[in-house]
């Protein structure tokens, strides 16, 4: 049995939860205050970050490409990384898309400003960071709706990482009302699908304490 520890709106913890949903391994999820700098924590993984994976007989990964390729090789179906040199290369071209170009134009501008903000008590947001994330976002459903005209699913024909990093990165945003769904039809049929997968369920069913979610966060016709 494995141990997740994460937080709510962190898409790189939402990446390895629908991995290992996908993978169908078992975890449990364990709620990391990682502000509080615990030392417990720290020893777990230096870095400080979330998610960190840990096995009940002690071995610990971090980093959630390392623990997603870590989870590949031991549970090798169904593949999600792609079966041969050229689909893994596309697929970790869009998964690193996702977690470095969306995370630092999107992610961190809402999530950082209007969560990580007020829960840290940082003070006023940013509001231009806030009108950045916004005017971002539009961009990415652009660049979804540009390869749901050419595949099936976003780095292929078959559903793999790269859907689920970029999932991640869009329900956290979609958490907070902030995805302009209705002017990107393709992108909101392709989340659609992802949406409607078990291993999405349990994401949907996410509420944080004195923060609620979107009113269409959680339905399947939103
Ligand atoms: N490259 C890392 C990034 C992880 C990361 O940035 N985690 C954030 C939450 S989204 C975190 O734990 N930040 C705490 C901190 O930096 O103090 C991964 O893919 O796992």
Redesign the pocket.
Known sequence: MWTLYH?WL???CRKVRLFLAEKKVDFELRLEP??DRRAEFLALNPA????VLENIDGATLA???AIVEFIEEEVPEPSLIGRDAAERAEVRRLVAWF?RKFNAEVTDNLVGEKVVNRLLRMGTPDSRAIRAGHLNVRHHLEYVGFLMERRTWLAGDRLTLADLTAAAHFSCIDYLGDVPWEAHEEAKTWYARIKSRPSFRPLLSDHIPGMAPASNYADMDF
């Open positions: 937080q962190s898409p790189f990682v502000w400080g970050e979330v998610p980093d959630s490409q977690d």
